[in-house]
């Protein structure tokens, strides 16, 4: 099928660094809806839970009921792509402190597990996402959680001194930096393509 007029992918966009993925995600090659109310979700096969404030998120989603749309989305065959504040949001728990979670990715996270504002960085991690080979990448780590475990079904594709950062689970991808502050003028970057990938296997 050629280029579809209708955006197959949204990003939520309450809060939180939405406009830069909608950017990397042109750059790769798609359009994306913003997603602000479960009925903006409708016709959409994958949707990325950005970076910001996960207590934010929380607190902006639960009035419209977008956590219990996120959860059906994704038991309806919906791909779920979050990064940073988007992690935390998927995980199954969370500390540092504890906090409600939808608990759609088997992993155990620290908010901010890498310290203050201040400890924030830019490092170099590896990637060996499925059907390519392992490669450097650069990762921008901002106030970003530490996964501390995950469950069997997590697929760990990304690393950065030895730490899982990117996370496979079911058609959910997880990073703990953002991967939309590193993007390419052309194609964007390997972690949003790799998203496009997942939801057109899932379209399938
Ligand atoms: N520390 C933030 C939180 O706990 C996440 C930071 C980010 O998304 N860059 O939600």
Redesign the pocket.
């Known amino acids: 099928m050629g280029i579809e007029a209708e955006a197959l992918v949204g990003v939520l966009a309450l809060q939180?660094?939405f406009a830069a993925h909608e950017r990397a995600l042109a750059l790769a090659g798609a359009g994306a809806r913003p997603v602000r109310v479960p009925a903006d979700l409708s016709g959409l096969r994958g949707l990325v839970l950005?970076?910001?404030?996960?207590?934010?998120?929380l607190r902006l989603m639960a009035p419209v009921g977008m956590e219990e749309a996120v959860r059906r989305f994704h038991g309806a065959g919906g791909v779920l792509f979050g990064?940073?504040?988007?992690?935390?949001?998927l995980a199954a728990k969370v500390t540092?402190p504890e906090?409600p979670s939808l608990g759609l990715l088997d992993a155990v996270v620290a908010?901010?597990g890498y310290g203050r504002q201040i400890d924030?960085f830019v490092g170099t991690g590896r990637i060996g996402l499925p059907g390519e080979e392992e490669r450097d990448l650069e990762m921008v780590?901002?106030?970003?959680?530490r996964v501390l475990a995950v469950g069997p079904g997590v697929r760990i594709v990304g690393t950065h001194s030895g730490e899982p950062v990117l996370l496979e689970q079911d058609r959910i991808l997880a990073a703990t930096f953002?991967p939309e502050m590193s993007v390419q003028p052309e194609g964007g970057g390997p972690i949003h393509r790799r998203f496009l990938a997942m939801c057109d296997a899932a379209g399938r």
């Open positions: 939180g660094d950005p970076g910001g404030e996960s207590t934010a998120l990064t940073c504040a988007g992690l935390i949001l540092g906090q908010r901010n924030s780590f901002i106030r970003a959680p953002h």
